[in-house]
């Protein structure tokens, strides 16, 4: 089998190449990343000289590019990890999130189409249902929710959640996707919730919650993601889709709290800032069907899993650090240089 996995020198994907080399020895891997901000191939270090494993910088925007690699590999499967992934950005700047995450999705599936494919798998994310509210926490998203998107990076999602259903539709491409919820674990990239606050807290630097931090998030160790998608890839059916949770529930604050109880930090470097526009409340996924169907269940709890993460940023210094000190450093001053701080 040859695997193409697109976005594998970002978070999720890379620790799915790590899976998959590991799971499946006499698999060719080849990881497509076009190298954004967010992707590091620094990351994949350890698997570059592997003989099984192929890394391509290549936009999967970019057509003929990809016809090319389709036509020279053959690939049997492809797995499209590739996205702009951060909401905060997609707010300040939306229309790079409709580029790669529809268009690109487009272009990898058209390439399925014109070379032929076993399964196109499109790895999505539990916000093109939109939030729910605090008060009903006898509601959770199902296969069946509706799309209801909020920001510019869901509906970016949602919208190629759409096409690849028309394209299996229409012209019969064996696809499945999941929905998953929010994944943390090593190598996540420091923009996000639980890296940028370990990140401050281990430089002392204030930890800026957005509004009142209630918010609730469904947490989910990366590796517990990328098991339920080779479950997916190898039992899941045509044409279905797939949610993927661990029911874990977590406010942002208590989750900020814990992240300073563990590293001996005082919460008083906690500070609560300016809300992020249109905010999603809560987000909890009903995983039944993925576990009914696949006999999928998470295996490593957040008690422990967050332990695992700390320890894997305080072993792998460099590895965040020098993303930090680079580009990372205007980001950072652009998105809460100027976010004015709120009493709660
Ligand atoms: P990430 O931002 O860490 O990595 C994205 C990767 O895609 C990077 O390596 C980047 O270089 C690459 N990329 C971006 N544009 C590209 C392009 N045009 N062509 C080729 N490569 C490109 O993202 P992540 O957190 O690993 O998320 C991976 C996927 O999983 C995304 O599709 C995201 O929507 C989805 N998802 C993420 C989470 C989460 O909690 N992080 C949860 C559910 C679903
Ligand atoms: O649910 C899946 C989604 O999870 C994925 O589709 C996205 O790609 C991924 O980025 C993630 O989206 P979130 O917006 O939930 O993750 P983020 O880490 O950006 O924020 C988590 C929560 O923490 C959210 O309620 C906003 C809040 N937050 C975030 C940052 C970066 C803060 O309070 N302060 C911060 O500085």
């Given at each position: 089998m040859t695997v193409f996995v697109t976005g594998g020198a970002g978070f999720i994907g890379?620790?799915?190449?790590?899976?998959?080399?590991?799971?499946?020895?006499?698999d060719r891997i080849v990881c497509l990343d076009k190298l954004t901000y967010a992707g590091n191939l620094s990351t994949l270090?350890?698997?570059?000289?592997?003989?099984?494993?192929?890394?391509v910088k290549i936009d999967i925007c970019d057509r003929a590019a990809i016809y090319r690699l389709f036509e020279e590999e053959k690939p049997d499967i492809v797995v499209?990890?590739?996205a702009e992934s951060h909401v905060d950005r997609s707010i300040e700047n939306p229309e790079i999130f409709l580029q790669t995450n529809i268009l690109g999705t487009q272009v990898l599936m058209d390439a399925c189409r014109r070379y032929g494919i076993q399964r196109y798998h499109q790895v999505s994310t539990d916000e093109v249902y939109g939030d729910l509210p605090l008060d009903r926490p006898d509601?959770?998203?199902?296969?069946?929710?509706?799309?209801?998107?909020?920001?510019?990076?869901s509906a970016s999602k949602a919208s190629a959640d759409l096409l690849v259903m028309a394209y299996h539709r229409t012209y019969g491409l064996p696809v499945t996707i999941s929905r998953c919820s929010n994944n943390y674990g090593p190598y996540h990239f420091p923009e996000k919730l639980i890296p940028l606050m370990i990140a401050n807290?281990?430089?002392?630097?204030?930890?800026?919650?957005?509004?009142?931090?209630?918010?609730?998030?469904?947490?989910?160790?990366?590796?517990?993601?990328?098991?339920?998608i080779d479950l997916i890839l190898h039992k899941g059916r045509v044409g279905e889709v797939y949610n993927i949770g661990g029911h874990n529930e977590m406010r942002n604050i208590d989750i900020v709290k814990l992240i300073c109880k563990e590293l001996g930090k005082p919460e008083s470097l906690i500070v609560h800032v300016e809300d992020r526009k249109g905010h999603d409340m809560r987000y909890v996924i009903d995983p039944a069907k993925i576990h009914n169907e696949l006999g999928w269940l998470p295996e490593t709890g957040f008690a422990d899993g967050i332990k695992k993460t700390i320890r894997w940023y305080l072993e792998n210094r460099a590895w965040w650090e020098t993303i930090i000190s680079g580009e990372y450093r205007n980001y950072y001053e652009k998105m809460y240089g100027n976010r004015a701080e709120v009493q709660v």
């Amino acid at each position: 089998m040859t695997v193409f996995v697109t976005g594998g020198a970002g978070f999720i994907g890379s620790n799915f190449i790590f899976h998959m080399l590991a799971a499946y020895p006499d698999d060719r891997i080849v990881c497509l990343d076009k190298l954004t901000y967010a992707g590091n191939l620094s990351t994949l270090e350890s698997v570059m000289q592997n003989p099984g494993f192929r890394f391509v910088k290549i936009d999967i925007c970019d057509r003929a590019a990809i016809y090319r690699l389709f036509e020279e590999e053959k690939p049997d499967i492809v797995v499209n990890f590739a996205a702009e992934s951060h909401v905060d950005r997609s707010i300040e700047n939306p229309e790079i999130f409709l580029q790669t995450n529809i268009l690109g999705t487009q272009v990898l599936m058209d390439a399925c189409r014109r070379y032929g494919i076993q399964r196109y798998h499109q790895v999505s994310t539990d916000e093109v249902y939109g939030d729910l509210p605090l008060d009903r926490p006898d509601l959770f998203f199902t296969e069946e929710t509706p799309i209801h998107t909020s920001s510019p990076y869901s509906a970016s999602k949602a919208s190629a959640d759409l096409l690849v259903m028309a394209y299996h539709r229409t012209y019969g491409l064996p696809v499945t996707i999941s929905r998953c919820s929010n994944n943390y674990g090593p190598y996540h990239f420091p923009e996000k919730l639980i890296p940028l606050m370990i990140a401050n807290a281990l430089a002392d630097k204030p930890l800026p919650v957005y509004g009142e931090g209630l918010n609730v998030r469904d947490w989910l160790y990366v590796a517990d993601h990328c098991r339920a998608i080779d479950l997916i890839l190898h039992k899941g059916r045509v044409g279905e889709v797939y949610n993927i949770g661990g029911h874990n529930e977590m406010r942002n604050i208590d989750i900020v709290k814990l992240i300073c109880k563990e590293l001996g930090k005082p919460e008083s470097l906690i500070v609560h800032v300016e809300d992020r526009k249109g905010h999603d409340m809560r987000y909890v996924i009903d995983p039944a069907k993925i576990h009914n169907e696949l006999g999928w269940l998470p295996e490593t709890g957040f008690a422990d899993g967050i332990k695992k993460t700390i320890r894997w940023y305080l072993e792998n210094r460099a590895w965040w650090e020098t993303i930090i000190s680079g580009e990372y450093r205007n980001y950072y001053e652009k998105m809460y240089g100027n976010r004015a701080e709120v009493q709660v």
